[in-house]
């Protein structure tokens, strides 16, 4: 099976990277647009600032290219909220996979509520869906995140923070967590695991 990471001038690529090897996947971590459409499936992680990375993903004409995909595909973190349609984050334009609004979190509360949200959180009113196959009761996934994709009818599960927010989307081909799977232990595993098999 080949799996591509997409490079894209993001932090936390590579700890992706280990936890695919852990389930046997020697991913490549490319942005190079044939050895992407060639791929079995396609992951496209990252930590960082929305404007910044789809201005990468602009001059080398991956915006275009992801849209057109047809294989599987998992945004993990940022690349959630970079196939949602609009960022709060420098009012940037996504890539509008997802229809949804992408806000910052703004703590009712500071001493009950920081943000960034960091720490493990629960995913909730899952829905009957392949990436979520055999996932145990409750399960608890590890956020780190200043933003958020609000509730849609792509919502496949959610989690609660300050207020409810899409925890996984799905539509189509993608799929997209804003969780870390590759540190959510085997909650993440399973998911990531989950992924290959569709």
């Known amino acids: 099976m080949k799996i591509a990471v997409i490079k894209y001038n993001s932090g936390n690529v590579q700890s992706v990277l280990y936890a695919l090897e852990r389930l046997g996947v020697d991913a490549e971590l490319t942005d190079d647009p044939e050895v992407i459409r060639a791929a079995d499936k396609v992951v496209f992680p990252g930590q960082g600032e929305a404007s ?34 609009h960022s709060e984050e420098n009012n940037t334009e996504c ?68 207020h409810d927010f899409s925890g996984i989307l799905h539509r189509d081909n993608y799929y997209a967590i804003q969780a870390h799977p590759e540190k959510s232990g085997l909650v993440g595993e399973k998911l990531l695991s989950n992924f290959l098999s569709i």
């Open 52 to 85: 910044t990375a789809m201005r990468y993903l602009k001059e080398r004409k991956l915006d275009g290219l992801i849209k057109d995909l047809k294989q599987p595909f998992l945004g993990v973190c940022l690349g959630l909220q970079l196939l949602c349609e």
């Open 95 to 162: 890539l509008g996979i997802f229809p949804v609004k992408v806000k910052r979190f703004v703590p009712e509360n500071s001493q009950e509520f920081k943000v960034p949200h960091v720490g493990w959180n629960e995913l909730e009113n899952l829905a009957d869906n392949p990436l979520l196959k055999d996932l145990p009761a409750n399960p608890f996934v590890y956020y780190v995140h200043s933003f958020y994709a609000e509730l849609s009818d792509f919502t496949i599960a959610q989690t609660h923070y300050i």
